[in-house]
């Protein structure tokens, strides 16, 4: 909350504006009705004619104030959420942004989308709704019970009254208590959004109408939960419009009371009355600020929440012309699973190194390259760079040295040269064409890409994700089954680029067994351990694991 309030101080000069206007339309809105009132009771008295002259043309000066104000208002409050709103989304973006691939691992797309959003959408209200209402309100009834204070002390201590009641006693007694955070809106969006994303699957595979019914249902939930706590702000409305109504009687039949036994003169009495009427009007919002406060509340903690989840203390890493990689007892769960997907993996990698990982499929070999280029990090163990912790090494700076071939990787809309320069943004014409050719992509610069590169075979796509590995030529590659839709022999050429120079330290995934016999060393994996780790010659004569794999793929 601090946070926040910081953030609304800086916009000092906008708050103070927006209370004045606000402070004075809420005023105005009083004058105009006890205004109204007494001009009733003293028209009625049949006063000289300027008097009426006079009194209507206050009531048109506080009609004219009330409404400028009121537009001041909502104008200069808006300026300070939709800044406030600017600087909310700056604070979190620009902390979650270097983590983005640690949190997309640990949280689902559409529940980490919606988390965001909606959150930063709670937070933007604040000003609006938890901290003006308060301000305003308290303002407005001092200046309105000091005014009664002068016509007659008991009228003010009923106003006090009904004040304390509508502001402090409904809100607190209607305050939210500590509910379970609502599920349904982030089941929702997540449920959509994955609906989206895989929306063609779900067509091949006959599902639409099953998760349509899924959807649908929690729809349904989401609009009860919605429902829900409409009702609780109507109720809340609906004590607070009760009680004013009630002191408003007060004020009635108390006024009447004095009226009758001269403690108070009937002229005043329709103004006074007005003014019970009019004031709680402003009063009405206060009955929603502690749920909108617990609502802010709970956004923020939620938001930091998510950055928490990457680490604080990070560190440059050093520049140095070889890379080394140190695995020591390595675990990692994925959340809400039981069983590891990599346990205790110990091995290091040599500067200028260059090792395979194999394994059958599911074996870990992915998780293990994500932990190593810190997509992820482990549940127990830890991974040295150079011998610096990779937890305390900034993301960037791990990246810039890092050469990196995913599994699956993603192409623009645009051309070939777009797609290639996202390597290496200031590579002239001639060196993209140049290593289209090392890559064999029969293509030319200016030939478009679709989305997601829906225009490119499997093979162009890893040949285009193996050119920007070229391209921006770091000294650690580290590259996930690179060439597993290439046919043989464009793959043996590859593998020799990959394999060329001596200085760089090399990291492939495969589970080809072709080609090894160049790789300083093979690392073996099975059921998320490490089962062998030798040159091919080692393992071969050792004739374990990989020696019968070698057998079976003959
Ligand atoms: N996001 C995930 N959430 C939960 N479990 C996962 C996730 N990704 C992988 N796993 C599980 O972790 C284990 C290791 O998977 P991993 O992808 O690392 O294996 P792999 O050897 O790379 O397999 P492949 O060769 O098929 O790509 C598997 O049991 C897999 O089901």
Redesign the pocket.
Known sequence: MQILLHMIWREKRDVILSMTAGFLSGLTAVALFAQSGFLISKAALMPPFYIILILTAFLKLFGVVKSTSKYAERYISHRVTFRLLSDIRMRFFTKLEPHANTLFSTYRSGDLLKRITSDVEVLQNFFLRVVYPPLITLLVFIVTILFTLFFSGWLAFVLLLGFLLTTLVIPAALVHKEKAPALTKQQLTTELTEFLYGFRDLQLHHQVQKKQQAINSISTAYTEERRQEENEKQLAHTWNQAIALFTSLFVVLLGAYFVTNDSLDGLYLAMLILISLTVFEIAIPMANVPSYLYEARTAMNRLEEITEVAKEREEKLQMAAHYSFTCRHVSFF?PG?DRP?LEDVSFDLHPAEKIAII?P???????LFQLLIKALQPSAGSILINGQDLAEVQEESLWQKMSIQL?HNHFFSGTIRDNLQIAKQDAADSELAQILAKVQIPKSLDDVVYEKGENLSGGEKQRLAFARVLLRDGPLWLLDEPFTSIDERTAAKLHTQLLAAEERTVIVIT?KLQGLESFDRILV?QD?RLQENGTFEELMARKGLFYQMKQQQK
């Open positions: 994925y699973m997907a394994g499929s599911g074996s870990g070999k992915s998780t599994q589970h994996m998320g």
